[in-house]
């Protein structure tokens, strides 16, 4: 069933108004969770977790202009990707490969991408935040918000991280790929990208289970 959301939730820019009360309530390590890579058709989906200290002032401050990575230029989500790594309190990444997409299904992958990311932090985290998705196999107290990275500093954080972590690895796959564009369209369909697909048939980096034939 689809949930009803009011877009007036939404803030100018994502604050820390869902992590404050946890941090208050004794839950001082709050972890924002996102993914990036869930609808391409190539390549791996990533996964960041990041705790933010409980600092609220200090935090809005350092991290402004945080925000959903995709209303971000790729020089202003690099430039954030450093700043959000230096002032968190952990950061961590994960991924599945396209691989264990087509084995398990991108729901499932998408899971196991959360999970390694939450096994790469230097912290345990008491509480979860995600962007809509929760995560039954971590057995933590969780909050699944709607427009999450767009509410969350942690996960707005998160967005970016996976993001920037994501599109780095698609620049490296070009070299090893050509003439599918990934440096360029980072394995997401775009025209040219399956146009390419029709030319040079799919290498080892697409997901065989998505729709690689549609019509171009």
């Known amino acids: ?8 939730l939404i803030p100018e820019s994502p604050n820390l108004d869902f992590e404050q009360p946890l941090w208050q ?16 058709l190539a390549g791996p989906v990533f996964a960041a977790a990041v705790i933010l200290p409980p600092e609220p002032e200090r935090m809005l401050q350092a991290l402004a202009g945080a925000r959903d990575s995709k209303q971000l230029s790729a020089k202003a989500r690099e430039e954030l990707a450093g700043r959000i790594k230096k002032e968190c309190a952990a950061w961590g990444l994960g991924w599945a490969e396209a691989e264990e997409i087509d084995r ?26 995600l962007d809509y998705f929760r995560l039954p196999e971590m057995n933590l107290p969780q909050t699944a918000l709607v ?9 707005a ?21 050509s003439g599918y564009g990934f440096a360029r369209n980072k394995g997401y369909g775009t025209l040219i990208h399956r146009r390419a697909i029709a030319k040079l048939r799919a290498c080892a980096l697409h997901r ?9």
């Open 1 to 8: 069933m689809r949930v009803r959301f009011d877009p007036a």
């Open 25 to 40: 309530a004794g839950a001082r390590l709050v972890a924002g969770l996102d993914e990036a890579g869930r609808g391409a």
């Open 104 to 129: 398990v299904g991108i729901a499932r992958a998408s899971r196991l991408a959360f999970c390694r990311a939450l096994e790469g932090l230097l912290l345990a985290p008491q509480h979860l935040l």
């Open 147 to 155: 427009k999450g990275d767009q509410r969350s500093l942690s996960i």
């Open 157 to 177: 954080c998160a967005s970016i991280l996976a993001k920037t972590a994501r599109d780095a690895r698609m620049q490296a796959e070009d070299e090893r790929f």
């Open 208 to 216: 065989r289970s998505f729709r690689l034939k549609d019509s171009v």
